[in-house]
């Protein structure tokens, strides 16, 4: 027997991060970066089973792959029905198969993906985020944003600030207290050829004559790649404009817009300009993109683009 695992209230997790399934039951949990698994009251996941050592194994993201490791339990830890040695590991693929103190597929890893940040709220519920950003109290309403910085900090974007967010912080969203559960930045190794990241990127914008369509397209590396048409692409249009006009001034102060002028310019309040940074930072992330939530940087009463003009093309739309 497990306790009952954390309610999830994103409906994507599956997609975005790693997720351990229970075979019997078909609920999930999304990982952190180290689950401890056992009895104890500290573990992350706690079984009941009596088989179970208090602490049985660990479950950790290690920068490249998921590995399980034992910790000398004493009835064993089980991958695909083969028992590890006392203390031994063993690396994790899609589809694996574990059990912890008796043989039997009692849990799966459905997902593979690397751990991303979570909040815990009041009543133990896990919220989790999508395409590396975190909102809280939800998409709807992303009062609080959490992502992942091009230097390895954990960021937290929270009405007119942004600053440095650690592991275990509370904070104020919706009426209610949320916990920021976040995995530890772990750099892979290097790949000879890297994938688009926000500071690789260019965007071409095609814009129609009466400016109701944008078609927004990624280019990297001599690829192009056409992103779906959304209303939020006309906030990022706007942005890139003042981007391009601001080019003549140090690039710390290009493309900055007071945020009230930008709320009378494309008609919106500021929880309608909150949702649409929100899904156009998720639909780059979503296109592959490294760093996504960059595409629109924060500074106090202000927001701009985050790319510098000569990675950015104004044109019509073909």
Request: glycine share 12%.
């Amino acid at each position: 027997m497990s306790r009952p695992l954390p309610r999830v209230t994103h409906s994507e997790y599956a997609l975005s991060m790693a997720v351990l399934r229970d075979v019997e039951g078909g609920e999930a949990i999304p990982l952190a970066s180290r689950v401890l698994v056992g009895r104890a009251p500290t573990a992350a996941l706690r079984l009941e089973d009596k088989r179970v050592s208090g602490e049985h194994a660990t479950l950790l993201w290690t920068g490249t792959s998921w590995v399980v490791r034992d910790l000398g339990s004493r009835n064993g830890t089980f991958v695909d029905g083969q028992r590890l040695e006392p203390g031994g590991s063993c690396v994790l693929s899609v589809g694996s198969r574990l059990s912890f103190g008796a043989r039997g597929d009692r849990w799966q890893l459905a997902d593979a993906g690397p751990p991303g940040p979570m909040a815990r709220d009041p009543e133990g519920g896990l919220t989790t985020a999508s395409g590396g950003v975190l909102a809280l109290p939800d998409e709807d309403q992303p009062e609080i944003a959490v992502y992942a910085d091009g230097r390895g900090r954990w960021i937290l974007e929270i009405g007119e600030d942004q600053r440095p967010i650690t592991e275990g912080a509370q904070v104020e969203a919706g009426g209610r207290t949320w916990q920021i559960l976040l995995p530890a930045q772990i750099e892979g190794t290097a790949t000879v050829d890297p994938g688009p990241t926000i500071d690789t990127i260019g965007v071409r914008f095609g814009v129609s004559m009466d400016e109701e369509h944008v078609q927004i397209t990624l280019l990297h590396q001599g690829r192009s790649i056409p992103l779906e048409r959304r209303e939020h692409g006309y906030v990022l249009l706007t942005l890139a404009r003042q981007r391009l006009e601001d080019r003549a001034l140090p690039a710390a102060e290009q493309g900055w817009v007071d945020r009230d002028q930008l709320l009378r310019w494309l008609q919106l309040d500021a929880n309608g300009l909150n949702v649409a940074i929100y899904r156009a930072r998720g639909q780059l992330a979503d296109a592959g993109v490294e760093g996504a939530a960059g595409v629109v940087e924060v500074r106090r009463g202000q927001r701009r683009l985050g790319l510098e003009p000569e990675r950015l093309e104004i044109g019509p739309l073909s």
